[in-house]
């Protein structure tokens, strides 16, 4: 599914590139200046990608209780032979 995300942002950072270089061409302010001075005004790529992977915390991270019952839970599930069995 990530993979997906992460194609999704490429196609709109493509589209959105297009678009910026058309816009880039034709729109001014009141002044005569461009309406955006960069393309990161305009579409924050990073910021996009940053959205579809969520940083994933370290075990350091996380509250240490609920660390040691997801690790008691996968040691009963592998002790049953499965999930959910």
């Known amino acids: 599914m990530e993979a997906y995300s ?9 589209r959105r590139d297009l678009a910026w270089s058309i816009l880039a061409a034709k729109s001014t302010n009141k002044n005569g200046e461009p309406l ?6 305009f579409f924050d790529y990073p910021k996009a990608l940053a ?5 994933k915390q ?7 209780e609920l660390v040691r019952i997801a690790k008691r839970v996968a040691e009963y599930r592998r ?5 959910g069995k």
Do not use: A, R, W
């Open 51 to 55: 959205k579809v992977s969520k940083l």
């Open 6 to 14: 992460l194609k999704q942002v490429d196609e709109t950072f493509k």
């Open 36 to 41: 955006y001075k960069s393309f990161d005004e």
């Open 58 to 64: 370290t075990e350091n991270e996380m509250n240490p």
């Open 79 to 83: 002790m049953k032979g499965g999930e």
